[in-house]
């Protein structure tokens, strides 16, 4: 339309400067040039008016199906005008029907339709052409800005959902079922009843972000902890309970009863240490309940599986130091160096 704009009037340039010119117009030329001139804007006009309606009928046609799309979709999802998506995997289905038989997804996504932003570039320069719209053609290219902050809000909403989740390992998420459970809650009206259109976006927005800051402050308290005892499990399976005390010359060497204490007293120190760092593990455990079930009683149900899991990840530390120490004390056994003095 611009370009038929443009040539319309570099084609009446030439026609206002033979009407300066007396009697230019009058002539047989004149009139021929008059005569072009009219057709060639008639033409023009009715190729305008031919694309305009071409594009409002299409306009008119997809952009509803646009503007009703959900707020947020499956990151690994295809939207199609008709509403439907296409998932890996998976048939086209109609929306909901496909979220109820495969449950929540792994990772959310953004889901504005990038032709919307193109119908409000196009309504703005239609506009200027003089064009008349729909009235829902022009509230959309109204809400311009609206939409902008709407994207970018959900666009930090999706970042954070996601980034929050690729933290959660398989015994995080078991533990934190229900407050996980709770976040799709908020999180789900993005998903289906909320679209483009709806006016509790704002409210919508402020409950996801109240939501996703207290599901990662509890998630950061949860790991915090949980990093404290898998650093007491790595100290009780890096100790070493047969260390011995080497000498710098043959008269240094201790006897064998002084050898054997000085050996038992050393390992006896580090036996105490080591139940020290274990008996931490049941209150950092005791605090994970608080914070997740509001109970402190180290035996709570809702923690069965986390219990189990840590029970295994000291079983494992205990087994790997024992290896480890047998391996050690077999060593020594053979080696070549002296550790103590038999004395006749």
Request: aromatic share 10%; net charge negative; with cysteine.
């Amino acid at each position: 339309m611009h370009w038929a704009r443009s040539l319309l009037g570099q084609a009446k340039q030439p026609m206002l400067r033979f009407h300066q010119t007396e009697g230019m117009l009058l002539s047989t030329a004149g009139k021929e040039a008059v005569c072009r001139y009219v057709e060639l804007a008639r033409r023009l006009r009715a190729f305008e008016v031919s694309l305009f309606e071409r594009w409002l009928k299409e306009t008119e046609h997809l952009l509803p199906t646009y503007i009703h799309r959900p707020l947020l979709c499956p990151a690994n999802a295809v939207i199609m005008n008709q509403g439907y998506v296409i998932t890996e995997g998976s048939e086209k289905i109609q929306w909901l029907l496909q979220w109820e038989e495969n449950g929540w997804p792994e990772g959310l996504a953004l889901n504005f339709a990038a032709q919307l932003q193109e119908v409000i570039t196009e309504v703005k320069q239609l506009e200027q052409l003089g064009f008349d719209f729909p009235e829902l053609a022009r509230n959309v290219a109204l809400q311009e800005d609206e939409y902008h902050r709407t994207i970018q809000e959900l666009q930090q909403i999706v970042k954070r959902y996601n980034q929050v989740f690729n933290r959660l390992s398989d015994p995080e998420n078991k533990l934190l079922h229900h407050h996980v459970s709770e976040l799709r809650r908020k999180l789900r009206p993005g998903l289906f009843r909320l679209n483009w259109s709806s006016l509790a976006i704002p409210d919508y927005l402020t409950c996801c972000h109240n939501a996703l800051s207290n599901f990662e402050l509890l998630l950061n308290q949860v790991q915090r902890s949980a990093e404290n005892i898998l650093s007491n499990l790595h100290l009780i399976e890096s100790a070493n309970l047969f260390k011995f005390q080497t000498s710098s010359g043959k008269n240094d060497l201790p006897d064998v009863n002084e050898f054997f204490k000085m050996t038992a007293q050393q390992r006896e120190a580090d036996v105490e240490q080591l139940v020290c760092a274990w008996w931490e593990v049941s209150p950092l455990l005791m605090k994970i309940e608080s914070l997740v079930v509001g109970s402190s009683t180290g035996c709570s149900p809702a923690l069965a599986d986390y219990y189990s899991h840590w029970e295994k990840q000291a079983y494992k530390s205990l087994v790997t130091m024992v290896f480890r120490e047998v391996s050690m004390e077999n060593r020594a056994a053979v080696s070549p160096s002296k550790l103590v003095e038999i004395k006749a």
